[in-house]
């Protein structure tokens, strides 16, 4: 995935999206925003060779290692993505309500110390991606996982039993009301459609 399939799906003219952007050296970033689109749902992005990996979570992420999270990858996105958030205008894609969640750093569990960029790819190629997380919200080991015998792009984020582990976790608790009454006014009004005119009866 490269950021051309990002850029040909926007119209810049219109959506204050980023277009590009370019990672500082050291910590590699994360983020999480809660996106009220058509269908609400959470986007996972990790900062892995430039861009952000990412990944759509239909029902947020979860600290509870029982949860095992559908996550459907997404086109790279570019990394001054990660301070994104705003409303999406009617008409374009992903239109919607965007809201930065979480945001923190990261880490690769199985870290050898070389190239981070190049062991994170090595991972993701394999189906099997660890990181540490240092967000505010999630924190501790998580696994992405690629599912078998499912579509090319379905995956499952699923959090590590350690000490960051909260049974029973919505992601949704820990949205403010603010934000969710914005999605759901936005979602409202954009879904309002002119009720269709009568037809006028034919004379006889």
Request: aromatic content about 10%; charged content about 35%.
């Amino acid at each position: 995935m490269s950021l051309a399939r990002y850029k040909q799906k926007r119209n810049f003219g219109e959506t204050t999206e980023p277009f590009a952007g370019k990672p500082a050296k050291g910590k590699h970033i994360f983020v999480v925003q809660r996106h009220h689109a058509s269908r609400l749902h959470y986007d996972f992005r990790l900062e892995i060779d430039g861009v952000l990996k990412s990944w759509a979570v239909p029902k947020g992420p979860s600290l509870d290692p029982a949860d095992k999270r559908l996550a459907m990858q997404v086109e790279d996105h570019p990394y001054d993505y990660k301070d994104f958030e705003g409303t999406i205008p009617k008409g374009n894609y992903g239109a919607g309500t965007v809201y930065i969640w979480d945001k923190g750093t990261f880490e690769l569990l199985r870290d050898d110390g070389k190239d981070f960029d190049k062991e994170a790819l090595k991972e993701i190629k394999a189906g099997d991606l660890k990181v540490v997380l240092k967000g505010r919200k999630l924190k501790g080991e998580f696994a992405l996982v690629k599912m078998k015998g499912s579509e090319d792009n379905a995956w499952l984020l699923i959090k590590h039993r350690d000490k960051y582990v909260k049974e029973q976790y919505d992601s949704e608790d820990y949205t403010p009301q603010r934000v969710k009454e914005q999605g759901l006014r936005e979602k409202a009004a954009g879904s309002k459609k002119k009720a269709p005119s009568a037809s006028p009866h034919r004379s006889r």
